[in-house]
């Protein structure tokens, strides 16, 4: 697996968490409370949720030297850039190359 694939994977569980979630919000609220500021607060709570969920791919860290990789975590992650091969900011390693073996120590 190459860290593409793995930012992709990362990415698509990201998505999908947010699409849950917000199902979820939209079952339970369909016959939920009636009153326009719980569900203006609910709103609100579930848009720093969801929010959250996609900061995180900013957050990724790097295989190789586990430093944040940033924006490019973020675009790779979410398929932007299919057709450039970024680098690590702080190692220099492609994201087209194998994932490194865990240490076990």
């Given at each position: 697996m190459t860290i593409r694939q793995y930012l992709r994977y990362r990415g698509n569980r990201s998505?999908?968490?947010a699409i849950v979630i917000?199902?979820?919000t939209g079952a339970?609220?369909?016959?939920?409370?009636r009153s326009y500021v719980v569900r203006t607060i609910i709103g609100v709570l579930i848009a720093a949720l969801v929010g959250a969920i996609f900061?995180?791919?900013f957050e990724i860290p790097c295989p190789n030297c586990r430093r944040s990789l940033g924006r490019i975590g973020f675009w790779v992650a979410n398929g932007r850039m299919l057709d450039s091969s970024p680098r690590c900011p702080h190692c220099?390693?492609?994201v087209d190359q194998?994932?490194?073996?865990?240490k076990n120590t």
């Open positions: 998505a999908l968490a917000l199902l979820l339970v609220m369909s016959p939920g409370p900061w995180g791919l220099d390693m492609s194998e994932l490194p073996a865990t």
